[in-house]
């Protein structure tokens, strides 16, 4: 068992660019979260998806940001247009229950010029 | 408003010292608390939850309802235990709340 994981593991990318960042959950896991660390600062919620549906994207920073989980597998966070405050970590979590162990992805290190 | 304060950024120690990092949480409810840690070039991983009053690699956490407190401790610290210590707190909802960490030092 790979884990979670998180692709690419850095992305450098221009202010105004798009990028897509993915997530594949440890198998059979039906929740999935995605979070920021912004540096020096605390790992930030984002979203909670139980299988395909976002239960909770109240920690979504704004319409720039589309996380989506079809089919209730992998799940994609796109940031369209980036902005320089996006830089970051993103880490995605997968756990089996919603009081579980929450099991973390490597993270995707996201610079924006 | 549901907040975890992890009020030290850094702590430093020697091998063999206590250690005791700090975890304040605000939360109305009934709190579920977790710590969790991520040693260098780790993933960010379960250390030990409040529910299950268990005692991993040395570590224990007492949940303090009184003083809204869930301190991580340790009798001994060991260099190993040198990482990022990141306390959490589950609301109830979908939502898992983490500090700002604590990178914790051990030094030989």
């Known amino acids: 068992e790979a884990g979670v994981t998180q692709f690419p593991s850095h992305s450098v990318i221009e202010k105004g660019q798009t990028v897509t960042l993915r997530c594949d959950p440890i198998s059979g896991h039906d929740n999935l979260y995605w979070y920021r660390r912004v540096m020096g600062k605390e790992i930030k919620f984002l979203l909670h998806?139980?299988?395909?549906?976002?239960?909770?994207e109240s920690g979504m920073p704004n319409n720039r940001f589309l996380a989506e989980r079809t089919g209730g597998t992998y799940s994609t966070l796109k940031v369209q247009p980036a902005e320089l405050e996006d830089s970051g970590v993103y880490f995605c979590?997968?756990?089996?229950?919603?009081?579980?162990?929450?099991?973390f992805g490597p993270g995707t290190r996201l610079t924006v010029l | 408003a549901q907040r975890v304060t992890q009020p030290e950024k850094l702590l430093s120690v020697f091998k063999g010292a206590p250690v005791e990092l700090k975890c304040n949480y605000s939360?109305?409810?009934?709190?579920?608390l977790f710590w969790y840690v991520q040693y260098s070039r780790q993933r960010l991983q379960l250390l030990l939850r409040?529910?299950s009053r268990e005692s991993i690699k040395g570590f224990t956490a007492d949940l303090n309802k009184g003083e809204t407190s869930f301190h991580l401790k340790k009798p001994f610290a060991q260099e190993e235990d040198s990482a990022m210590y990141y306390c959490?707190?589950?609301?109830?909802?979908?939502?898992?709340?983490f500090g700002a960490g604590t990178r914790l030092f051990v030094k030989a």
């Open positions: 959490a707190l589950y609301t109830g909802g979908f939502k898992t709340i």
């Open positions: 409040h529910i």
């Open positions: 979590a997968s756990s089996q229950d919603i009081r579980g162990e929450q099991f």
């Open positions: 939360y109305s409810g009934s709190p579920e």
């Open positions: 998806f139980v299988k395909e549906s976002k239960q909770d």
